[in-house]
């Protein structure tokens, strides 16, 4: 069956760009996860969509970040005015609940290079 | 912060020995446990879980102890194969959706 879909694969940038990620969860996961991956390092929570709540946005580096999960399902990364140091990969993740208790199942990412 | 961290970075094991994978957290009040691997280029996997009641849990050739006195978790891997190479990662969770994350240790399996 289709996993978490994520795009583009790659993007490479030039800092002070604004760039878009896509993920597509799982068919019927309330939950979606986005998180940071810096090179070498663990995963940075970034944010969480549970079905119609407010997301809890807490992980958020800075303004310039923002995510939108439209109808439920596609979720989109916004980094505006990129900076180097958001150089990463971002990962997404969905669940079929709420809790951690449910297993997120995660996208193969999207690699950011800013120049 | 309180975050959850490795022992070892790197780990090189011999094809068909066993490995084992030391994890350190820090928040007492952290109650649910996973082991996430990681192979190049995808996404985090899951392997196993484990509660916070428990100290052992067992799985397919993967066994996650859990010493809470210590703040200690580890993942042995019988039989290591080098379809097991990968980064593993362990994840600690104390609320209801938010799991934190350790650096991660590299293991390379030897022929």
């Known amino acids: 069956g289709a996993g978490v879909s994520q795009s583009p694969s790659n993007k490479v940038t030039e800092k002070g760009k604004d760039v878009e990620l896509r993920c597509d969860p799982i068919s019927g996961h309330t939950a979606l996860y986005w998180y940071r991956q810096r090179l070498g390092q663990g995963l940075e929570f970034l944010i969480y969509f549970q079905g119609n709540s407010a997301p809890d946005k807490s992980g958020l580096p800075s303004d310039r970040f923002s995510a939108e999960r439209t109808g439920g399902s596609v979720s989109t990364l916004t980094i505006q005015r990129t900076q180097q140091e958001d150089s990463a990969v971002y990962l997404c993740?969905?669940?079929?609940?709420?809790?951690?208790?449910?297993?997120?199942?995660f996208g193969p990412g999207t690699r950011l290079t800013v120049t | 912060g309180e975050s959850v961290g490795l022992h070892l970075p790197t780990l090189s094991v011999q094809e068909g020995d066993n490995s084992i994978i030391n994890c350190a957290y820090s928040?007492?009040?952290?109650?649910?446990f996973i082991w996430y691997k990681q192979e190049s280029g995808k996404g985090p996997q899951f392997i196993i879980d484990i509660r916070s009641n428990m100290d052992k849990r067992q799985g397919q050739r993967v066994t996650v102890l859990l010493n809470k006195t210590v703040k200690h978790l580890s993942l042995q891997i019988a039989a290591t194969q080098p379809g097991d190479s990968a980064v593993y990662f362990c994840?600690?969770?104390?609320?209801?959706?938010?799991?934190?994350f350790g650096a991660g240790t590299t293991v390379t399996v030897r022929a």
């Open positions: 928040n007492s009040a952290s109650d649910y």
């Open positions: 994840a600690e969770n104390f609320n209801d959706y938010k799991l934190s």
């Open positions: 993740a969905s669940s079929l609940g709420p809790r951690v208790s449910y297993e997120q199942y």
